[in-house]
């Protein structure tokens, strides 16, 4: 099949990188679905290449609209190639302070929308026996910072079940890769994410938070160098199942798996000492 002829689905795209992956991806001549839960803003998309994108409302908590929006594209397309399960929201507080409902419900949206996006497109994908499926996980994904204890849980979620789906779905020919971005500047701190207030841990979490406050705006990173980056992924013949990007997920990355062989090899008697001889 020609590149140029590979459709994509794509969730939560009002903004940030959903909203310029898409654009990215019909200037480049692609099939599209372009869903968010409100496509008012989206109808701009739409008259770039009409005949190529259909705009779909979509809320990837609730299962009927992910079931009607991804047999509408079948309807229109005839197949779903890519699947970038982009939807998803921030949360900062504390962990003890954090508040069950909001963390409940960024599961619901994080985790459980990608999973029921991701169902309901496999039996499309395994019938066609092809397609790859993007999952927008974080540099948060691997490793982990004060105040964000239940976003990183989110996330640390979709990395594990990721891993297991991607060496499921190997012998029907459809991949997996983890998106694992630092900073960019996709608004992500402000209008994608949710504050609680914290009393008890200011000395540990606030620092996070003023930090995430004052760069708002001003991340290195650029959303359209991703998008470009996760197009040339599923171009590619051998992508990865992870692809970090910008230079602070490179350096927290490398951090953390140096630290933990450190550990590794630190404990290694330890570790052989427990099995039965």
Not at 116 to 141: C, D
Not at 222 to 231: G, L, S
Request: with cysteine; aromatic share 8%; net charge negative.
């Amino acid at each position: 099949m020609s590149q140029k002829q590979k459709v994509w689905f794509i969730t939560g795209c009002s903004t940030g990188f959903g909203r310029e992956l898409a654009e990215q991806v019909i200037e480049q001549g692609y099939k599209v679905a372009v869903t968010a839960r409100n496509t008012e803003k989206l109808q701009e998309l739409k008259k770039k290449n009409a005949d190529n994108v259909l705009l779909l409302n979509l809320d990837v908590t609730d299962k009927s609209q992910i079931q009607n929006a991804v047999e509408q594209t079948i309807d229109t397309f005839g197949e779903i190639d890519v699947l970038v399960n982009n939807a998803g929201i921030g949360y900062f507080s504390s962990v003890e302070e954090s508040l069950e409902d909001e963390t409940r419900k960024m599961f619901d949206i994080n985790f459980w929308g990608l999973m029921n996006m991701t169902n309901a497109v496999l039996p499309y994908m395994r019938k066609q026996q092809s397609g790859h499926i993007l999952n927008l996980s974080s540099i948060g994904g691997i490793a982990s910072f004060p105040a964000l204890g239940y976003y990183h849980a989110t996330k640390y979620a979709v990395e594990g079940i990721s891993e297991s789906l991607a060496q499921e779905v190997e012998p029907f020919n459809i991949r997996v890769s983890l998106i694992e971005p630092s900073s960019f500047r996709t608004d992500w701190a402000g209008r994608s994410s949710v504050k609680t207030e914290t009393a008890i841990y200011k000395e540990t979490v606030e620092p996070t938070i003023s930090t995430m406050a004052q760069f708002s705006g001003n991340e290195p990173g650029n959303p359209k160098k991703a998008a470009e980056a996760m197009i040339s992924i599923v171009e590619s013949e051998n992508p990865p199942l992870r692809l970090l990007l910008g230079e602070t997920a490179y350096q927290v990355a490398n951090h953390k798996y140096q630290t933990l062989l450190e550990d590794i090899v630190k404990w290694k008697d330890t570790t052989l000492n427990v099995d039965f001889k």
